[in-house]
């Protein structure tokens, strides 16, 4: 698979569906923290676009904290009209940057499942494709998920995918969909009802602790 054009079709879908969206929906809560659906599209595109405001100053109002002031350029991002955000997603879906530790396979990832934290708030099914569903678990289970999956998560379980051949780890059961799977390993408690097996009791006190 070239996963970086797979990069830039996910985002270009991204952009189909803010572009489609009205207001209301946009201000809909996502499955991402405090974010709404509109400034998960504004921390997708902070990743690849020049930032509204300088990065040092947005550190430093921020007290060096790299977690908040990512989530302030999200929503800093978010603050253009959803036309403007939806055409420059489009513009930089061919962009090349590589994000550091976590690479194209953890770009893949973050667009995939924020995707759906924008979609399924909505109702509004997207089925993402499984070739790139199991680029997104075998980088989620190799240990190098940063910001993602953390270790002690994931640890001491089995999971298998039950619509590709895919499995990985020796432990009690989690098992079901590829996208249920990898929203699980996320942190998306709403997944955990599409999943079946030993596991998934485990997985879900983890996520809830």
């Known amino acids: 698979m070239d996963i970086r054009a797979a990069i830039a079709d996910e985002r270009r879908r ?17 499955l991402c923290g405090e974010w709404t659906v509109k400034e998960v599209a504004g921390h997708l595109l902070a ?28 929503v800093l991002t978010a603050e253009r009209p959803a036309a403007e955000l939806a055409q420059m997603l ?13 690479g194209y396979p953890g770009q893949l990832t973050d667009l995939q499942v924020h995707g759906q934290d924008m979609r399924r708030p909505l109702g509004l099914p997207h089925g993402l494709r499984l070739d790139r569903l199991k680029v997104s678990l075998e980088f989620l289970t190799a240990g190098r998920a940063y910001g993602f999956a ?10 298998e995918a039950s619509d590709l051949d ?9 098992a ?5 799977l990898m929203l699980a390993m996320c942190g ?22």
């Open 47 to 74: 990743a690849v676009s020049k930032p509204p405001v300088p990065v040092p100053k947005l550190l430093v109002s921020s007290g060096f904290r790299l977690h908040r002031a990512n989530a302030r350029l999200a």
């Open 188 to 209: 998306r408690t709403v997944a955990l009802g599409e999943l079946d097996g030993p596991g998934v009791g485990i997985l879900a006190k983890r996520l809830r602790a």
């Open 14 to 30: 991204i952009a189909d569906l803010v572009g489609s969206l009205d207001p209301r929906q946009l201000d809909t809560p996502s």
């Open 90 to 102: 489009r513009d930089n879906a061919d962009n090349p940057f590589r994000p550091p530790l976590v």
């Open 150 to 159: 953390p270790g002690r998560r994931l640890r001491d379980l089995r999971f």
């Open 176 to 180: 079901g969909p590829a996208e249920a």
């Open 166 to 174: 895919w499995f990985s780890g020796v432990g009690p059961l989690v």
